[in-house]
């Protein structure tokens, strides 16, 4: 009799440790989940400062280089283009992030065509307000490099997290799927070629 109640206060303890592990991981693998859709937030949120000086930026640059108009429809097609683009953060797989991200380089493109259209305009250079949007625009950049980092860390904790045992058993029974990173564009790798 005293040997049974031995075997089950064992397997009970089994069973509330197993639970235990159960409720902790799943809790877990909620917190970090959320922290990657919350991170792809903030991703969102600098892109969309950045879409959001461009229409100033364009203006400003419209009263100087009006015959131009070909380079400003360019970047407020882009500009367009990249606000449509966005992405359900509990869909964040390779496919739609590479997406957003075609989105976002088209608008950079555009950006940068923009900025080579400015230096034929040495007034416009010396405008206090492009002073400040270019400026603007710049800190925005640096924004999205960081934040996009941010973000890169946070799917890989979360990766990382349910993919070590016992959890990916877990993970795998409650739909708790990898997530993709942000990855350069193809061809960054390549050192460009600079000639005077």
Do not use: C
């Not at 364009?58 to 966005?86: D, P």
């Not at 010396?126 to 799917?155: M, P, S, Y």
């Amino acid at each position: 009799m005293n040997k049974s109640w031995i075997i089950l206060g064992v397997v009970g303890l089994l069973i509330l440790f197993l639970v235990f592990s159960v409720v902790g991981s799943y809790n877990s693998m909620v917190t970090k989940d959320e922290a990657v859709s919350g991170q792809w937030s903030q991703v969102e949120n600098v892109y969309q400062r950045r879409a959001d000086l461009i229409p100033n930026l364009v203006n400003t640059v419209k009263g100087y280089a009006a015959h131009e108009k070909e380079t400003l429809e360019g970047v407020v097609n882009a500009r367009a283009k990249a606000t449509s683009t966005s992405i359900d953060a509990s869909k964040l797989d390779a496919e739609a992030i590479k997406k957003f991200t075609a989105a976002q380089d088209g608008l950079s493109s555009a950006l940068s065509k923009l900025m080579v259209v400015v230096e034929k305009y040495p007034d416009l250079k010396a405008n206090q307000n492009f002073l400040e949007l270019q400026a603007q625009l710049e800190g925005t950049e640096n924004r999205i490099t960081v934040e996009r980092q941010k973000f890169n860390e946070a799917a890989k904790d979360y990766n990382t997290f349910i993919r070590k045992f016992p959890r990916n058993i877990w993970a795998g029974m409650f739909g708790f799927d990898k997530k993709d990173y942000f990855e350069a564009a193809q061809g960054s790798e390549k050192v460009p070629t600079v000639q005077f």
